[in-house]
């Protein structure tokens, strides 16, 4: 297969959504139809039952929730599929917002009961600006669920984006019938099976067979229903949907495999191909023959038997190549990798190429960083990775003197992940860390104990925001970092950051030095 063709075959997408909406759920079921797994596992924590392919950490086992993104490729029907499953939980959604840079597409899904909700619209805002297609499916259609009419209004008024249902439902909870596949023309009968999938009966909404398949009041509803999608929806326009313009729906039941099918076989028609990506220098397109990429996510532990570190690298243009040396280009310098991996969660296998829109693990022992660029030798930078000012702060001190190697060795590799920030308070000399959500403090404990074997202790830091300081006033800056000894820090990478203990702190520091520019997010 040339090199085109391995680029348009691939789709790389994420799954993004409120927590419990059914997220990774519907991941297993895409998995299932890769063949990539043969028995889906449960997302709810049972020492019996298997777990979840993409929750592969022990805490996401045991509180049956996703804290980290974890990326899984399978082939079928001719394409390479990439699915990154997201965590939910708003206290990881820097992770998620970093992965959102890596996709070319997403797949957004709702409960069918709760309708839209707020992490929902967070996520949203992020495809808007980035101009990300998006296509919804609405879960749980087996269980009590609002109607479908309005679902879709609430979809449209809360996303802000216009919405073309490409499926019908037939009932919901305990007369759920099944759905019409309005984009492929044909009917699912609803039998709930976790592991097997139903196959399609080509059934014209005029004939006699639809009313005794489900029935005269359902089939006649449907007919009208569907009557009024058409009247009320536009039709639907391929293009409005790369444009981020249109969300194609899709109603099922993740849980019991039913409507994933007709998702996943139109996702894979109407679903964009790698798309150039922007840099600082020039927008990069996938066809070129040189290889760039960028590392939007770093991973410690993924064998904490090993204490490794992996860089996920999204591929940008041009064929990546094992053993082939490739510019490092902050560093500066040419590195090469003998075992680059592609994934399936946790479990790895070393690959000797990877196309355009593709996501390669590369070993590393310290040398990357989130949005570290890499290529064949071109000094070009990729940009949209920042870290946001976080929100809640924490002194972090050592519980076991004995341990206090592992633990500064724990502190530094999870900070390189981007699960939170460490500053290093200038005025004492103590480490703190800083998160936009209280989980983290949680994770970051677990994680340091359990995969380092190192303890540690919190105490609490009342602080209302930390933010990254810079001026070309160096007399001003002088001035200031004086006056404000005691709320300075610097962060991982030696940068000034500014510890304001409250909104009016900050407001008076912004107005009595104007020449110093206070920043929120780590990139600028």
């Not at 049972?46 to 805490?59: R, V």
């Not at 998702?263 to 927008?283: G, M, T």
């Not at 989130?370 to 929100?391: A, Q």
């Amino acid at each position: 297969m040339d090199f085109l063709q391995e680029i348009n075959r691939r789709r790389t997408f994420a799954i993004i959504s409120h927590p419990d909406a059914g997220k990774t759920t519907l991941t297993e079921k895409l998995l299932l139809f890769g063949g990539a797994i043969h028995v889906a596992g449960a997302v709810k924590s049972n020492k019996i039952k298997k777990t979840a392919t993409s929750d592969f950490m022990e805490i996401e086992k045991q509180r049956g929730i996703s804290v980290a993104t974890s990326v899984m490729g399978f082939e079928y029907d001719g394409y390479k599929v990439n699915i990154l499953d997201t965590p939910g939980h708003q206290d990881f959604a820097e992770d998620t917002f970093r992965t959102l840079t890596a996709v070319d597409s997403v797949i957004i899904v709702i409960d069918a009961a709760k309708g839209v909700e707020t992490q929902t619209r967070k996520l949203m805002q992020v495809c808007r600006m980035r101009k990300t297609p998006v296509i919804v499916f609405i879960n749980k259609m087996d269980r009590p669920a609002n109607d479908p009419f309005d679902l879709l209004d609430e979809i449209e008024a809360e996303l802000q984006i216009g919405v073309r249902p490409l499926s019908w439902p037939i009932g919901s909870g305990e007369i759920f019938r099944g759905v019409y596949n309005i984009f492929e023309k044909n009917l699912y009968l609803y039998e709930p099976s976790k592991q097997t999938v139903q196959e399609g009966v080509d059934v014209s909404l005029e004939s006699e067979e639809l009313d005794a398949r489900i029935g005269d009041n359902a089939a006649t509803t449907l007919r009208e229903e569907l009557e009024t999608v058409e009247g009320v929806y536009p039709e639907f326009d391929v293009n409005l949907y790369r444009s981020g313009d249109v969300a194609p729906v899709f109603f099922g039941s993740a849980l019991n495999n039913f409507g994933v099918r007709e998702l996943l076989h139109c996702f894979l028609q109407i679903a964009p191909k790698p798309q150039p990506s922007h840099a600082e220098e020039r927008d990069v397109n996938p066809e070129e023959n040189k290889f760039t990429g960028f590392v939007f996510k770093i991973h410690a532990n993924m064998d904490p038997n090993h204490r490794n570190r992996i860089a996920f690298v999204k591929v940008c243009s041009g064929k990546f190549e094992r053993n082939k040396p490739y510019r490092h280009v902050r560093l500066g310098k040419d590195l090469k990798f003998s075992s680059p991996t592609a994934f399936m969660a946790d479990k790895k296998n070393i690959i000797d190429e990877a196309y355009p829109g593709d996501i390669v693990g590369l070993p590393d022992t310290g040398n990357f960083k989130i949005g570290d660029s890499v290529s064949e030798g071109e000094n070009i930078h990729f940009r949209g990775l920042p870290s946001f000012s976080p929100e809640l702060f924490r002194y972090i001190d050592n519980a076991d003197p004995m341990k206090a190697k592992q633990l500064a060795k724990g502190i530094d590799q999870l900070m390189d992940e981007g699960v939170a920030q460490l500053f290093i308070h200038q005025f004492n000399g103590r480490k703190i860390i800083g998160t936009v959500g209280a989980l983290q403090f949680e994770v970051i404990e677990y994680r340091l104990l359990h995969e380092y074997g190192a303890k540690c202790r919190y105490e609490g830091l009342s602080l209302y925001k930390a933010c990254w300081i810079e001026s070309d006033d160096a007399e001003q800056l002088a001035e200031f970092k004086k006056r404000k000894q005691q709320y300075l820090a610097k962060d991982k990478d030696g940068r000034d950051v500014f510890l304001a203990e409250s909104n009016f702190m900050l407001q008076m520091a912004q107005q009595d030095f104007k020449n110093i520019r206070f920043h929120f997010s780590s990139e600028f």
